[in-house]
């Protein structure tokens, strides 16, 4: 059984790079075919992908915010990593990591943490 948990700061000043871990329990990073996705949900909004990368395989960042967002991979602690920089408010949300047959909400995903709420706010 696959497990998915993210962590990171719950709270995060305007203008500062917020930054979260998946850690995979249960299966490898390194399994070539999966995709590894990054997802938030706002405060009263739908879900909006966010990004995904694939092990030797490239990543893959959602075009609104593309100039902000970095996703990189640690094989040896089998995790992924999501850096959004330049902060608003509007980044607000609960951000969900998940394992999907491809880089896309369009994509089934088969294994998705729980979730983690950050608020960005002075």
């Known amino acids: 059984q696959v497990q998915l948990q993210e962590s990171g700061p719950g709270l995060v000043k305007p203008s500062q790079t917020l930054t979260l871990t998946c850690t995979i329990s249960g299966g490898s990073i390194t399994t070539g075919y999966y995709y590894w996705n990054w997802i938030r949900q706002p405060p009263g909004k739908g879900l909006e992908w966010v990004g995904a990368?694939?092990?030797?395989?490239?990543?893959y960042v959602s075009p609104s915010l593309k100039s902000r967002t970095s996703i990189s991979t640690d094989t040896a602690k089998n995790q992924f990593t999501l850096q959004l920089s330049s902060v608003t408010p509007e980044d607000t949300a609960v951000y969900y990591c998940?394992?999907?047959?491809?880089?896309?909400?369009?994509?089934?995903?088969?294994?998705r943490g729980k979730g983690t709420l950050v608020t960005v706010s002075s």
């Open positions: 990368i694939r092990y030797r395989g490239g990543t």
């Open positions: 998940a394992r999907a047959d491809g880089p896309s909400l369009s994509y089934a995903m088969d294994y």
